[in-house]
């Protein structure tokens, strides 16, 4: 286990389709974070579990996106019926009592 | 609330001189302040962090240093390095809020 691993890294796909990322944080790891980044800009929060608690959601969040963490070890962030400013980097990171993050090398999502 | 400035948003600076990069917050709460730098196309990773019970912290060549009464913390790089050009970004967290907060990034060019 040498880190937090995402998959898959590059997703394209058709407007209105429904897509799914996962991410498997490191294990000893009780924080998993998602986030989205787009082009010159920083991350921007969207959800953190502690376990398989979703603590928190984004207001930026809409009902199209959900995550979950069953069993609070790998995650997954699914979003429906995509549209086309969804695409962007969607980063997971994992950390231990919240400090000290670490990301995974995203999922890169185009909508076309 | 939730907002980090970070300026500036590009830096050039010439092999061996020093780069500053400053970040102020809003949060009185916010306790800890990590740094990341992110080279193209790979995740962001951390360099240097600071908690709000301490002013200054140096890692070789990188310090950050915290001013909490202006909100203010800032990162240092001295003898800069071609290899040091990415993008930093600042971020923050409060305990209550349980997640990072990031700047929008600072774009750092070491020319030989």
């Known amino acids: 286990d040498t880190g937090v691993s995402q998959n898959p890294r590059h997703k394209i796909t058709k407007r209105g389709q429904n897509v799914t990322f996962r991410c498997d944080p490191i294990s000893e790891h009780n924080r998993l974070y998602w986030y989205r980044q787009t082009l010159g800009q920083g991350p921007e929060f969207l959800t953190y579990?502690?376990?398989?608690?979703?603590?928190?959601k984004s207001r930026l969040l809409s009902d199209r996106f959900s995550a979950e963490r069953p069993k609070g070890s790998f995650s997954t962030l699914e979003i429906q019926r995509t549209e086309q400013g969804d695409s962007a980097m969607y980063l997971c990171a994992s950390s231990l009592l919240g400090y000290g993050y670490t990301f995974g090398s995203g999922t890169r999502l185009t909508v076309v | 609330g939730e907002n980090v400035e970070q300026h500036p948003s590009t830096l050039s600076v010439q092999e061996g001189d020093s780069a500053v990069i400053k970040c102020t917050y809003s949060d009185s709460a916010s306790n800890y302040f990590p740094w990341y730098k992110q080279e193209l196309g790979k995740r962001p990773q951390l360099i240097i962090d600071i908690r709000s019970n301490v002013g200054e912290k140096k890692d070789q060549r990188i310090a950050v240093t915290l001013n909490k009464t202006a909100k203010h913390f800032s990162l240092h790089i001295t003898e800069t390095q071609p290899e040091d050009s990415a993008v930093y970004f600042c971020a923050e967290m409060n305990t209550g809020f349980q997640k990072l907060v990031f700047g929008t990034g600072t774009r750092l060019l070491v020319s030989p």
């Open positions: 579990f502690q376990n398989e608690a979703q603590l928190e």
